[in-house]
């Protein structure tokens, strides 16, 4: 059965370094990728995961220097919520506080206790603590004890003003299933998915328009196993939702195609494969810049302009 649901997370984060040692150093994920934002590649972008980069344990930030702070509000992706052990969630809250990082009070969302928080640019997080989870290996080269370690993307929640035609775009093409609602959310579960299988709308009609800078989630992309499956997920969104999408594009470790829902949030489909152990060997994901072919030549001018990571 082909596996749906999340691929990953893209968002606009400031200091490339403040990133990395949140994501890495505080919330023990691996630096899976190191490389450039292909459409400016003077800035980075870094790909934070699980060991082996797998789909729907990614978070990617474009990181930008001196971006200007977003404003959160209908159209965009509310919050995204990463999966750790049901067990482990009084060790996040002591590290939380060791560190210096505001929380809220736990809470619980369709039954699951969530602990919301923000990264150092403002975007919103949470950590969904959960039962028989455990028993999945989790990364530990991050220094977070692998009994505690983030186990990839739980899921995300969308604030937009109605949940029916993202929800008829999330069951049709994008392999969810509606199985709840709660107050004023609406859960979608993939199918068979473990691992960003979630998807909650907000409907929150009123809000004003989200306006995109640091701590905004830029998009979010959806699993499709390889090239056929993700043109007939496009097909299907011309054919029965009148929705355009982008030319395919290459972005080396998956191929992705773009477009914007009906409540005005970017969606990508990307492919599961190649993968991210395409141009390094597995166990040095993320240790070196990779560029795509098309920049190579221009290596030098590119890491003169990156800003440092040490």
Avoid: C
């Amino acid at each position: 059965m082909t596996a749906h649901g999340i691929h990953h997370v893209t968002a606009i984060a400031g200091p490339a370094r403040r990133s990395r040692d949140f994501y890495v150093d505080l919330l023990g994920l691996r630096m899976v990728k190191r490389t450039v934002n292909f459409d400016d590649p003077t800035t980075y972008h870094f790909y934070y995961g699980d060991e082996a980069g797998n789909p729907g344990t990614i978070i990617t930030h474009f990181p930008w220097e001196h971006v200007a702070p977003g404003r959160l509000g209908n159209g965009e992706t509310e919050e995204t919520v990463l999966r750790v052990p049901e067990a482990s969630l009084g060790y996040w809250m002591q590290r939380f506080l060791e560190k210096g990082i505001t929380h809220e009070t736990p809470k619980k969302r369709f039954g699951e206790t969530v602990l919301s928080f923000k990264d150092p640019d403002g975007m919103r997080l949470a950590l969904a603590a959960l039962p028989g989870i455990e028993r999945e290996a989790g990364w530990t080269g991050g220094g977070v004890p692998a009994e505690h370690a983030v186990r990839g993307i739980h899921g995300v929640s969308l604030l937009l003003d109605d949940d029916a035609a993202t929800g008829a775009v999330l069951t049709d093409v994008l392999g969810f299933e509606q199985v709840g609602r709660e107050d004023s959310l609406v859960r979608f579960r993939a199918p068979g998915t473990s691992i960003g299988g979630i998807v909650d709308i907000h409907a929150a009609p009123g809000f004003l328009p989200a306006r995109m800078g640091g701590g905004s989630v830029h998009h979010v992309a959806f699993r499709a196993a390889d090239d056929a499956e993700q043109a007939e997920m496009a097909e299907k969104l011309v054919r029965n939702h009148q929705i355009m999408v982008t030319e395919q594009k290459n972005r080396d470790y998956f191929r992705s195609v773009y477009f914007r829902a009906p409540g005005g949030t970017i969606f990508e489909i990307a492919t599961d494969e190649p993968g991210f152990a395409v141009d390094e060997p597995a166990a040095e994901l993320g240790t070196s810049l990779k560029l795509p072919r098309f920049l190579e030549s221009r290596r030098a001018g590119i890491e003169a302009a990156l800003p440092p990571l040490a």
